[in-house]
């Protein structure tokens, strides 16, 4: 029967049942565990904020199942030689699309302008159609495709850009500027990794075009903060909605949470589900039961 240990205690009231039920619909006989002797320790449940941080008593462990998504807090460990999977989780791909579209939906429609509006100003002026508001998504892994199925299903035109070349989408240096000259609304969905790290600098945020927004869930390193600030007082970038920050919780004075074109969510932007996310890990446990290739495995050279 394989040991396995949940190593984010603060999460295992929702996973309680979640985790048993998973694993016994896909057939795993399995001990879970919040402590455990490391050397008897088959798979270890992670989450960034855990308090596990060597693993090399873990001599037996033979995977790591991340819960979140983005791996950039564990994956450097030098100590960490088992096997990293990360999450895709249907229920944190449903939670970003959902974000994704609703704030996409709030600057094409310019909902601000209507939701506050102490002047009472009476202005008619129609918003385009979504099929006249091109959309860019840089990284078009799990989530990001989500995201670009269902903006296309709304007709908003999406580029999307990643480090591979795929049929129908960018890649490359030239690719991104292309990619960022088109984008009305741009959304970043890469992970943080030392290739992705400040990628939106000033040369590139200027490629965007006049008045654009910028939606970021992917992580806040992904841009750089004082070119996001100066774009934004310039005008250029007509709005920032920001769920991920370089320091969470978000500093108080981070120039961020005042600045009239810029709107803060506290990294809500998707979550893993317990119900659905237990089934992800259950099948990578059944996988490594069954000498399987796992699911969603980290390229550590890659960082993602
Ligand atoms: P995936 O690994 O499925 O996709 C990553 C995408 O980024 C891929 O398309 C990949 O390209 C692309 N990419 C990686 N490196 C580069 C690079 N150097 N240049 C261009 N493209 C690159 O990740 P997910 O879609 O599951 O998640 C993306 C990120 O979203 C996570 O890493 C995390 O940071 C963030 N996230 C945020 C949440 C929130 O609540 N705010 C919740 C969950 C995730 P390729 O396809 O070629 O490999
Ligand atoms: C994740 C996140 O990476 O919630 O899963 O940010």
Partial sequence: ?????????????????ALPDALSDAGIDARITLEADPA??????YAPASPLQDFTPYTRTKAVLNLWAGVERIVGNPTLTQPLCRMVDPGLTEGMVE?????????HLGMDRHIVNPARVWDPTCPPLA?????TILGMGALGSACADALRSLNFPVTGWSRTEKPGQLHGEHGLRKA????????????KTPETENLLNADRLSLLPNGAVILNPGRGALIDDDALLNALDAGHICHA???VFRVEPLPQ???????PR????????ADSRAVTSSRVIAENVRRGEAGEPFLHLVDRALGY
Avoid: C, K, N
């Avoid at 099929?131 to 959309?135: A, I, K, S, T």
């Fill in 253 to 259: 004075d981070h120039p961020f949470w005042s600045h």
């Fill in 99 to 107: 974000w994704v579209v609703g704030h996409t939906l709030r600057h």
């Fill in 131 to 135: 099929r006249e508001r091109p959309v």
């Fill in 241 to 243: 909605t920001l769920d």
């Fill in 40 to 45: 008897q320790v088959d798979y270890i449940v």
């Fill in 1 to 17: 029967m394989p040991l396995i240990l949940f190593a984010a205690p603060t999460l295992w009231p929702e996973y309680r049942d």
């Fill in 262 to 269: 810029v709107t803060v969510t506290p990294h809500i932007a």
């Fill in 180 to 191: 960022l000259s088109s984008a009305q609304i741009l959304v970043t969905l890469l992970p």
